[in-house]
């Protein structure tokens, strides 16, 4: 049996995963649970990956992987224990699996895939040349999409590592030129660089918040960024 905390902080972790496919950074769970500090959440972690609840990716800085829900999330399963997949994509990124429950065959739509351009590579550490003509295309299950334009970049650098975003990623991106604060975005810089950051708003600056302490966040005035797109999922090999 989970405490309410461990339930809170499995439900919020599994909400945010079916979301975006990315792992809430610890600032992020720590704010959601209205704790004081990040030992709680460590211990709160280690407790579900006691329990089987949760599996932290090895090598691999806050990256988790949501193993299960408690019995009572999933009164279908007669008992069984539930199993939640999480919304990465593993192996080889031009053969897309979505990984379908062993118990029952796979709707027929399941295996429609949406094919989306990579754009090049985009930094997550110190900013690289503007976002490149499109290098292949890779083959994305539509639930990770949603509407909108969409384009993919190969993620080089660890600026973002709180944030679940490793060096190697891929990184699906809808293509905007406006998003909230808070947001991880596609930032273009001077017109020159392209990076990929938080947003955070400050009066009339933007500041480009990266998610590792060994990165400081960067403040520009509001005309030399523009916003190229917003994260929606991420891609990764094993």
Do not use: C
Not at 96 to 117: E, G, K, N
């Amino acid at each position: 049996m989970l405490t309410r905390k461990q339930h809170e902080l499995l439900m919020f972790i599994h909400e945010r995963m079916k979301e975006s496919g990315i792992p809430p950074s610890f600032d992020e769970m720590k704010d959601a649970l209205d704790l004081r500090s990040k030992s709680g959440i460590h211990r709160l972690i280690t407790a579900l990956e006691e329990r089987g609840f949760i599996r932290r990716l090895p090598n691999r800085a806050r990256a988790l992987e949501v193993i299960k829900l408690p019995d009572s999330m999933n009164p279908s399963l007669g008992g069984r224990k539930a199993r939640f997949e999480p919304n990465v994509i593993n192996g080889n990124l031009g053969k897309v699996s979505t990984m379908p429950s062993r118990s029952a065959p796979p709707a027929a739509d399941q295996y429609r895939a949406v094919i989306v351009p990579v754009m090049g590579r985009i930094a997550a550490g110190t900013p690289i040349e503007a976002i490149q003509t499109h290098s292949h295309t890779i083959a994305v299950p539509p639930e990770m999409l949603g509407a909108g334009e969409h384009f993919a970049l190969e993620v080089r650098g660890d600026s973002m590592i709180e944030a679940g975003i490793f060096d190697g990623d891929t990184v699906l991106i809808r293509k905007q030129d406006t998003a909230g604060t808070g947001e991880i975005i596609v930032a273009l810089v001077d017109n020159e660089e392209a990076t990929l950051k938080r947003l955070r708003r400050k009066g009339n600056s933007v500041a480009l918040e990266a998610a590792n302490p060994a990165y400081e966040t960067r403040i520009f005035g509001p005309d030399r960024v523009k916003v190229q797109g917003r994260l929606v999922g991420l891609l990764r090999k094993y």
